[in-house]
């Protein structure tokens, strides 16, 4: 993101408590902790952390509630390109909007003045996250904070989205992860915070007993949804779709590595009412279907609500698993 000077006033003008921030962002952990950012930052916060299929909704509702003295702020998620015109409408209209995010299915709406999505920065994989922080310490409104918690909790965030942490063998962004998981979004936003201001960013011996009762606890959680998962044949394609309500980015992995010959694997969430599609580095990219089902994400890691078509297509099978009860 370009920092002119009019992005300079408004900020600053911000810090004087001068009109409200509206951040809305995604609701996993590289969508709450640019939240924690925020309130890091700004004196006069509103968050909410939705997921991907809620965002055009909201940002139509904050577009309505907002006055030309504040700014709306995306990180991690972006609307569709229908909704991305009513934002450019808006802005042209005197309305402040800045967008972060990292996904290559919204890198079209870098055409917009408004809008940042970069894949990559500085030669690695970005996330809302890192995008959003550089941003902020390039303004200088994280100046009050530790550094070196700062970046390595940035750096802990960033390479937990990417899988970086995988690719390299670092524990350390899992395990924020799993507290955040544990402890839940406000907990986990007042830790973030709490932390960011120490000189290292290390858990509490507390944190630490907690964490290695969830590991265990999520240790089974794999293999049970492993095992529950079934196969089926979709467009010629080989697919295991599971019930999976919690960890389903290391649910989608542990199957997808486990069972080497699939195309790709589902995870389907009945609470929330979504799908999430998971591939193999260089296996089949399920963006493209996760799109034609109104959703989108990276090209290995997708998602979208549940639909009439995709019900019959991808849950009901889900559902089968009297065979491996009885
Ligand atoms: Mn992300």
Not at 130 to 148: P, T
Request: charged letters at 25%.
């Amino acid at each position: 993101m370009k920092i002119t000077p009019t992005i300079r006033k408004k900020v600053h003008s911000l810090q004087q408590r001068k009109g409200k921030v509206y951040h809305l962002s995604h609701n996993d952990l590289d969508g709450l902790s640019p939240i924690a950012l925020s309130l890091e930052a700004f004196p006069n916060v509103e968050y909410k952390a939705v997921g991907n299929h809620e965002v055009d909704k909201e940002v139509i509702v904050l577009l309505e509630k907002m006055q030309e003295d504040d700014l709306l702020i995306l990180t991690d998620i972006s609307p569709s390109a229908k909704v991305a015109e009513t934002i450019e409408v808006a802005v042209i209209a005197k309305l402040d909007v800045l967008m972060f995010d990292h996904h290559l299915s919204a890198i079209e709406l870098n055409n917009y003045d408004w809008a940042e999505v970069a894949v990559m920065a500085n030669q690695r994989f970005a996330c809302g996250t890192s995008l959003y922080a550089d941003f902020l310490m390039k303004i200088g409104v994280l100046s009050h904070l530790s550094m070196q918690s700062l970046e390595q909790f940035v750096e802990n965030v960033r390479s937990w989205d990417t899988w970086d942490w995988k690719r390299e063998g670092n524990v350390e962004p899992q395990r924020l992860n799993n507290l955040f998981y544990l402890i839940g979004f406000s907990a986990y936003l007042e830790l973030v915070r709490h932390m960011i201001k120490q000189k290292r960013f290390v858990f509490t011996k507390e944190f630490e007993l907690l964490l290695k009762i969830e590991e265990k606890r999520i240790y089974h959680y794999l293999r049970e949804r492993n095992r529950y998962a079934q196969e089926i044949k979709v467009d010629g394609k080989h697919v295991a779709v599971v019930i999976c309500e919690q960890y389903h980015s290391e649910v989608g992995h542990f199957i997808a590595e486990t069972r080497d010959y699939l195309d790709y694997v589902v995870l389907i969430n009945l609470t929330k009412g979504t799908l999430s599609f998971r591939s193999k580095d260089d296996k089949l990219p399920v963006v493209d279907i996760a799109k034609r089902f109104g959703g989108g994400g990276h090209p290995h890691a997708a998602g979208c609500a549940i639909t009439d078509e995709n019900i019959q297509q991808y849950v009901k099978p889900a559902l089968n698993t009297l065979n491996l009860i009885a």
